[in-house]
């Protein structure tokens, strides 16, 4: 088969990690005789240096053309770095914003599993992480807050500053069939997260959610506040198979729930639409303070080239394989920094790369 990427390497970590992913890839069409075609595309921090702009529509265009993206990660240290002085639509955010909304990937997949060898890496209590938990966050990505209407005025000498969070029913309602579709396939549950007790947009999530559930009677629902699910991942994360939510509180419960398993560098996802088109990312971002240092992790990005294996390609044991690699190599004893424990043996992310595509 024919596989055509794009790639995004994006800022600081994210070449690095990129270009591990695309090794275990490689050792992936080599032993499965496929034949991966890549093109690179430039966004955020490094399309800003180039092209004055964090992406441009000749870089939409190659990702339409291609059958999926690998991204990296994209961005540079907020407090310091020349691109946020920028205004907000020029800054390198806005390139990823851009890309989710063109190609309409709306649902956002970011599977959080304890890898049992993690345990010792996770921050919870040991009786927590020995039960391990393997829940998937649904994070709606193309509404909600981060596409609302958004401006700052001054009036009267006083700044005010406006953000608009908007839901449609149909918003709502294809979100909420992918979380349940998912749901049918793992342990059918989905806990449904928002903040009905204030806002009218989650009171529509909910009402919205509800209806979809009818078609859904072999998955049991249930509506948690989003306060309370903070609460519950460090409490008992084993109770989630998927959690269902919005942009920005899938956004900050995914960062959360990463952390739970060992390390944000851990946390894969899948950008999707309604086609067999994606976009495949790590959850965090491209971690300034390592960066060209070899020191990054770059097993979420393995296990989000995993995703889009299973996802875009239909490569079922291709997919298995990359994740049979990873458990492997941390059975081994590999790690890197971020979810180093005592008696393993710490690799850089480069030679973390060599040893899972060694083991494809
Ligand atoms: P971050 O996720 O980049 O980093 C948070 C912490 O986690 C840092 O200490 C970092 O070193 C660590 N970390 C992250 N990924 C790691 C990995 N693979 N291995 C080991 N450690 C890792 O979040 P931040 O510092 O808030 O943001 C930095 C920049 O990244 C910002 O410009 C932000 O906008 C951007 N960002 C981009 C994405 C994305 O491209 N999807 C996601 C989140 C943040
Ligand atoms: C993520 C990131 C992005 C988001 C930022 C960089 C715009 O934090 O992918 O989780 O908030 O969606
Ligand atoms: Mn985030």
Redo the contacts with the bound molecule.
Sequence with gaps: MKLEIACIP?D??GPE?VAQANKVLDQVAKKFGHEIERKEILMGGASIDVHGVPLTDEAIATAKAADAVLMG????D?NTSPWYKLPPEKR??AG?LKIRKALNLFANLRPAYLYPELAGACPLKEEISRAGFDMLIMRELTGGLYFGERHTTTENGVRKAVDTLTYTEEEIRRIAIKAFDVARKRKGKVTSVDKANVLDSSRLWRSVVEEVAKDYPDVELSHMLVDNCAMQLVKDPAQFDVILTENMFGDILSDEASMVTG???MLSSASLNDTKFGLY??S???????AGKDL??PI?TVLSAAMMLRYTFDLDKEAEAVEEAVRKVLAEGYR?G?IMSEGCTLVGCSKMGDLLAERI
């Design positions: 994006g600081g970590i990690i990660s994209i961005g540079g907020t390198p955010e990823l390390s944000i560098g990312e790590p965090h971002g491209s971690a300034p303070d390592i990054a992790n979420a890197t971020d």
